[in-house]
């Protein structure tokens, strides 16, 4: 990976509801990727934005195929990484937890409360071991870069904030979303979690666009949460995430060596099973995500 050198980086595009292709990629070549923890959502559609490499992946598939929990993480995480991607962009639709965060604003996520409860959490399992640090589960300077785009190209964003991930598929009701308010949480999704965990155990810089659809239901000027009214919102947001990848993917290319914030050094220190107690074909199958540390 790119973390180690001088070589260009690769882009991951992980694209949520209504955000199942891309315009902006060139040389389009759509690749069906098996990796050690089975298929991803989708063939991984590999192409170029502005020079920069990039590698989309449609979340739910093309059409919509998997609700969330239904969604095998660990393996859209492993094919971006197989593929050689070095840093991850996120896009998602939420709800808004706070009156300030309207329908159609970008939220830059900083921070994250994973609610979620059916999935599987961790490439690490028993035979090898590691404890990743989450405390700051986003890279500030992938977030950096997205600001400044959506600001060069006017879309109304929010920058920091916390997402609240829970498991679904059923919206929330309204006790739950009293409650996540007085969290001070300011947005609600389905997807984001465990994909951030992963990504970090995986050394990809990751970042989350969550674009805000609804006032989910505490709103008292606002009625309960319809797939209708998601959807509308949803449409008018994908074209301004399109515009948002496009501007910023060739920034991200610019990039050489690792990440100054340690994103692409995260398991330098996590992998705690010792080298004699651990399982061969547990390693084998970790190969993608931790042959760099075990090579040194």
């Given at each position: 990976m790119d973390g180690q050198g001088g070589?260009?980086?690769a882009i991951g595009?992980?694209?949520?509801?209504?955000?199942?292709?891309?315009?902006?990629?060139?040389?389009?070549?759509?690749?069906?990727?098996?990796?050690?923890?089975g298929d991803p959502s989708d063939e991984l559609l590999l192409g170029e934005i502005g020079g920069t490499r990039v590698v989309f992946l449609p979340r739910h598939g093309r059409g919509h195929k998997y609700a969330p929990t239904d969604?095998?993480?660990?393996?859209?995480?492993?094919?971006?990484?197989m593929m050689g991607v070095t840093e991850v962009?996120?896009?998602?639709?939420?709800?808004?937890?706070?009156?300030?965060?309207?329908?159609?604003?970008?939220?830059?996520?900083?921070?994250?409360?994973?609610?979620?409860?059916?999935?599987?959490?961790?490439?690490?399992e028993k035979g090898l071991?590691?404890?990743?640090?989450?405390?700051?589960?986003?890279?500030?300077?992938?977030?950096?870069?997205?600001?400044?785009?959506?600001?060069?190209?006017g879309i109304r964003y929010a920058r920091g904030g916390t997402y609240l991930a829970m498991e679904g598929p059923q919206f929330s009701t309204l006790a739950e979303s009293n409650l996540y308010r007085s969290w001070?949480?300011?947005?609600?999704?389905?997807?984001?979690?465990?994909?951030?965990?992963?990504?970090?155990?995986?050394?990809?810089?990751?970042?989350?666009?969550?674009?805000?659809t609804d006032y989910d239901c505490w709103h008292e000027g606002h009625g309960a949460v319809t797939v209708e009214q998601v959807v509308r919102?949803?449409?008018?947001?994908?074209?301004?995430?399109?515009?948002?990848?496009?501007?910023?993917?060739?920034?991200l290319g610019a990039h050489r060596g690792p990440c100054d914030r340690g994103c692409h050094h995260a398991l330098d220190s996590a992998l705690i099973t010792a080298p004699a107690a651990r399982d061969f074909e547990v390693v084998k199958k970790l190969a993608p995500i931790v042959g760099r540390v075990l090579a040194r």
């Open positions: 070589t260009a980086p595009i992980i694209g949520g509801s209504g955000l199942y292709d891309m315009d902006a990629i060139a040389n389009k070549e759509w690749r069906k990727v098996t990796t050690p923890f969604l095998n993480y660990r393996a859209n995480i492993c094919a971006l990484k962009l996120s896009l998602s639709a939420c709800g808004s937890l706070q009156e300030s965060l309207s329908p159609g604003t970008f939220v830059i996520v900083d921070q994250f409360i994973d609610r979620t409860f059916a999935r599987v959490k961790s490439f690490f071991v590691a404890h990743v640090s989450m405390a700051h589960p986003v890279c500030g300077r992938l977030g950096d870069r997205l600001e400044a785009a959506a600001r060069s190209i001070n949480c300011d947005v609600i999704g389905m997807t984001n979690m465990p994909e951030a965990k992963l990504a970090r155990e995986a050394e990809l810089c990751y970042a989350t666009v969550a674009m805000v919102v949803l449409l008018a947001n994908a074209d301004k995430a399109r515009n948002l990848v496009k501007e910023v993917t060739p920034t």
